[in-house]
């Protein structure tokens, strides 16, 4: 199977999880977005339009379950996307606690361009929806990133042998 036929199986069972199980099982209006821990994962070593790119498609599949905010987890996680790959592969050391922590500020980033939007960009809505919500929603979403993070690279890996084939 090709690299990106992966990608997009992987995309819609993490949006399957994401709209099924993860959205009923939320707590104190809280629960960890597998799409942005997915987003994450596909960009931080990649160049900055394919995290626009893969950024874009994984909001826009996310914006399919609500409808009427069509477009607004494409833009927000557009740019989140082109963040974490302009600065997650060269500002931040190699170590997962950092990773961690570029999940919790882009998870935070996501959400006020996302709250700014709903919220018709009422400022006082905006950070009481911040604090409620946004905060907790990040940290639960960073340590499922680090968790998913740490499986991935207990992983065995291909092999490349010294021609170039596996």
Not at 88 to 114: E, S, T, W
Not at 128 to 150: D, N, P, Y
């Amino acid at each position: 199977m090709t690299y990106v036929l992966r990608v997009v199986l992987a995309a819609f069972i993490v949006f399957i999880l994401q709209v099924t199980v993860i959205n009923k099982v939320e707590a104190a209006w809280v629960s960890p977005d597998l799409i942005m821990v997915m987003l994450v994962v596909l960009v931080i070593d990649r160049k900055p339009i394919a995290g626009i790119i893969a950024g874009f498609l994984l909001g826009f599949l996310q914006d399919l379950d609500n409808a009427s905010y069509l477009g607004m987890n494409a833009l927000a996680k557009s740019l989140v996307g082109y963040g974490i790959a302009r600065y997650g592969r060269d500002y931040l050391p190699d170590n997962i606690l950092f990773k961690g922590l570029l999940v919790f500020i882009a998870c935070l980033i996501h959400d006020i361009i996302k709250l700014h939007i709903v919220k018709s960009f009422d400022p006082a809505e905006v950070i009481v929806a911040f604090f409620r919500c946004s905060i907790l929603s990040a940290a639960s979403t960073a340590l499922l990133a680090v968790i998913v993070m740490q499986i991935i690279d207990i992983l065995p890996r291909r092999m490349v042998r010294s021609g170039g084939r596996y």
